[in-house]
């Protein structure tokens, strides 16, 4: 309808459009509303009645009728018994506040809103799985029909129960039959009622931390290390030690120097299975130091075992908490690199001194994990599907990593070695400086092949004030034809690369 260029009335309504179609009543609303905030609609001003302005617009009186009662519903307008329909006072009021300069470039947050105003210098990559992406398992062989007709059996059989708020310690199934896959998969004897469900291991790291460390506290992480815990530690106010990681693993003696030199050390997170990024497994005898020191220094230990299924030589070695006598370490899981990382899904095994209190936070949080969600993975951990996929997922990825592998070893792109990879979806290789590392990275970007720069994993200390150059390359979300590729891609590449 075309706008209006002149007014019966004593305000002006030139630029006023309605299109046909669209909601007529709340295009006018709209209209209305903003001329009003904007203060373009004087104060106190009588509007139209509902007939006038119908036969001025050309639209029926039921819709002016209708954008009127919402302005009414909102307080923009009031009535006046026997008089008409005026403008209210108070709405005109926010048009005609004073807005101080630069207010809105400058909103006023925390510190911690400070922080995370910042633009992000790392984002999750998103659309199908290239090689080489880190953090991505064998999304192409989760049986999806499966988890389909386990979510119509779900929904089918009268779900009233278990759609409604739950326990915030997660669905009482799955802790069951996560308590009996954690004793005969990875040898850890626990009661459901220790068993914490998460949405993925980053909130499982934010409650630890929360409830273990005060502002200023000082906590210990791998270096190199997994950026996430260094995101979810700071942000709850903790100083960062990092402690240099060997071939053994963390180095205890590093650790304790710390502790010697007067600082209490508060907690530890660690990776042993598969440390993140190197790939170095703990030795027994580190694990055993670790756990010494943390019952020594009345100190906590997380321990992040986020792919500890992917193990492809020797025996896994025993978790800590399996090993754990004094109840110092807090074991996490999760069932992104099994299932998919879509699903949301982690745990925390609490020693039994700080699970009702780590429950008591998680309902502070989101109250609980999506329960329909729990309940289908209760379901198909029980009908035997998560065994025999761990078991499909297994061989996928030794699969993939020996394409990985032996087609490295062949082609040798850029002359550089590949290490040997026991477990876990991912392998890591130094350089000799960071020049080289961007050259590499920039080139196999162009390439099209994704490749991540260990440097970003360096937290600089005192033993290792220079970032240690490098890549890291995950395996497991592609194909061994498309990880050929990807390496034939970029041996070609790095050729012109000086």
Same mark, same amino acid.
């Given at each position: 309808?075309?706008?209006?260029?002149?007014?019966?009335?004593?305000?002006?309504?030139?630029?006023? &459009?309605?299109?046909?179609?669209?909601? =007529?009543?709340?295009?006018?609303?709209?209209?209305?509303?903003?001329?009003?905030?904007?203060?373009?609609?004087?104060?106190?001003?009588?509007?139209?009645?509902?007939? !006038?302005?119908?036969?001025?617009?050309?639209?029926?009186?039921?819709?002016?009728?209708?954008?009127?009662?919402?302005?009414?519903?909102?307080?923009?307008?009031?009535?006046?018994?026997?008089?008409?329909?005026?403008?209210?006072?108070?709405?005109?009021?926010?048009?005609?506040?004073?807005?101080? &300069?630069?207010?809105?470039?400058?909103?006023? =947050?925390?510190?911690?809103?400070?922080?995370?105003?910042?633009?992000?210098?790392?984002?999750?990559?998103?659309?199908?799985?290239?090689?080489?992406?880190? #953090?991505?398992? &064998?999304?192409?062989?989760?049986?999806?029909?499966? +988890?389909?007709?386990?979510?119509?059996?779900?929904?089918?059989?009268?779900?009233?129960?278990?759609?409604?708020?739950?326990?915030?310690?997660?669905?009482?199934?799955?802790?069951? @039959?996560?308590?009996?896959? =954690?004793?005969?998969?990875?040898?850890?004897?626990?009661?459901?009622?220790?068993?914490?469900?998460?949405?993925?291991?980053?909130?499982?790291?934010?409650?630890?931390?929360?409830?273990?460390?005060?502002?200023?506290?000082?906590?210990?992480?791998?270096?190199?290390?997994?950026?996430?815990?260094?995101?979810?530690?700071?942000?709850?106010?903790?100083?960062?030690? /990092?402690?240099?990681?060997?071939?053994?693993?963390?180095?205890?003696?590093?650790?304790?120097?710390?502790?010697?030199?007067?600082?209490?050390?508060?907690?530890?997170?660690?990776?042993?299975?598969?440390?993140?990024?190197?790939?170095?497994? @703990?030795?027994?005898?580190?694990?055993?130091?670790?756990?010494? +020191?943390?019952?020594?220094?009345?100190?906590?230990?997380?321990?992040?075992?986020? $792919?500890? !299924?992917?193990?492809?030589?020797?025996?896994? =070695?025993?978790?800590?908490?399996?090993?754990?006598?004094?109840?110092?370490?807090?074991?996490?899981?999760?069932?992104?690199?099994?299932?998919?990382?879509?699903?949301?899904?982690?745990?925390?095994? %609490?020693?039994?001194?700080?699970?009702?209190?780590?429950?008591?936070?998680?309902?502070?949080?989101?109250?609980?994990?999506?329960?329909? $969600?729990?309940?289908?993975?209760?379901?198909?951990?029980?009908?035997?599907?998560?065994?025999?996929?761990?078991?499909?997922?297994?061989?996928? *990825?030794?699969?993939?990593?020996?394409?990985?592998?032996?087609? +490295?070893?062949?082609?040798?792109? /850029?002359?550089?070695?590949?290490?040997?990879?026991?477990?876990?979806?991912?392998?890591?290789?130094?350089?000799?400086?960071?020049?080289?590392?961007?050259?590499?990275?920039?080139?196999? $970007?162009?390439?099209?092949?994704?490749? !991540?720069?260990?440097?970003?994993?360096?937290?600089?200390? %005192?033993? *290792?004030?220079?970032?240690?150059?490098?890549?890291?390359?995950?395996? #497991?979300?592609?194909?061994?034809?498309?990880?050929?590729?990807?390496? !034939?891609?970029?041996?070609?590449?790095?050729?012109?690369?000086?």
């Amino acid at each position: 309808m075309p706008a209006m260029n002149s007014s019966p009335f004593p305000f002006d309504l030139t630029g006023l &459009a309605l299109s046909p179609g669209k909601g =007529l009543s709340v295009q006018l609303y709209q209209s209305l509303r903003d001329r009003i905030l904007q203060g373009r609609i004087d104060r106190q001003a009588k509007l139209p009645t509902s007939r !006038e302005l119908a036969l001025a617009l050309n639209i029926s009186r039921t819709t002016v009728v209708r954008a009127y009662d919402q302005l009414y519903a909102e307080g923009y307008i009031n009535t006046r018994v026997g008089d008409g329909t005026y403008v209210s006072a108070p709405a005109t009021d926010i048009a005609r506040a004073p807005v101080l &300069a630069n207010s809105a470039a400058v909103p006023r =947050l925390s510190q911690l809103g400070a922080r995370m105003a910042q633009p992000a210098k790392i984002m999750p990559r998103g659309g199908k799985p290239r090689a080489f992406r880190l #953090g991505v398992p &064998a999304l192409d062989l989760f049986p999806g029909d499966v +988890w389909a007709r386990l979510q119509a059996d779900f929904w089918r059989r009268g779900a009233e129960h278990r759609i409604g708020y739950g326990d915030p310690a997660g669905d009482p199934q799955l802790r069951t @039959l996560l308590a009996g896959y =954690l004793r005969h998969a990875r040898g850890l004897v626990c009661d459901p009622d220790q068993i914490i469900i998460t949405a993925g291991t980053q909130q499982a790291l934010f409650m630890c931390a929360q409830l273990l460390l005060n502002p200023g506290d000082l906590a210990a992480i791998e270096n190199p290390g997994y950026p996430r815990a260094v995101a979810a530690l700071t942000l709850n106010g903790a100083r960062i030690a /990092g402690i240099d990681v060997d071939a053994e693993g963390l180095r205890i003696q590093q650790l304790q120097q710390w502790q010697q030199q007067g600082h209490n050390v508060r907690l530890v997170y660690v990776t042993p299975s598969n440390q993140y990024p190197s790939g170095v497994t @703990l030795s027994l005898a580190r694990r055993l130091e670790l756990l010494a +020191w943390a019952d020594t220094n009345q100190s906590y230990i997380l321990e992040d075992d986020y $792919d500890g !299924e992917y193990r492809y030589s020797g025996t896994p =070695l025993a978790l800590l908490a399996s090993l754990d006598r004094q109840q110092r370490v807090l074991y996490m899981g999760t069932f992104s690199k099994i299932a998919f990382p879509g699903l949301r899904l982690g745990y925390i095994v %609490a020693p039994p001194p700080l699970a009702q209190a780590l429950i008591n936070l998680r309902m502070q949080y989101d109250r609980h994990s999506s329960m329909p $969600d729990q309940a289908v993975m209760a379901e198909f951990i029980a009908q035997g599907h998560f065994q025999r996929h761990v078991r499909r997922m297994r061989r996928a *990825s030794r699969a993939r990593r020996d394409a990985m592998c032996d087609t +490295w070893q062949r082609i040798r792109p /850029g002359g550089i070695v590949l290490p040997d990879i026991d477990a876990g979806l991912h392998c890591t290789v130094r350089l000799p400086d960071l020049a080289q590392q961007q050259r590499l990275i920039a080139a196999a $970007d162009a390439a099209g092949v994704e490749v !991540e720069a260990l440097s970003r994993y360096w937290l600089a200390s %005192a033993a *290792s004030p220079v970032q240690q150059a490098g890549l890291v390359m995950g395996f #497991g979300g592609v194909d061994q034809a498309a990880i050929v590729t990807a390496i !034939e891609t970029l041996a070609k590449a790095w050729r012109k690369t000086p």
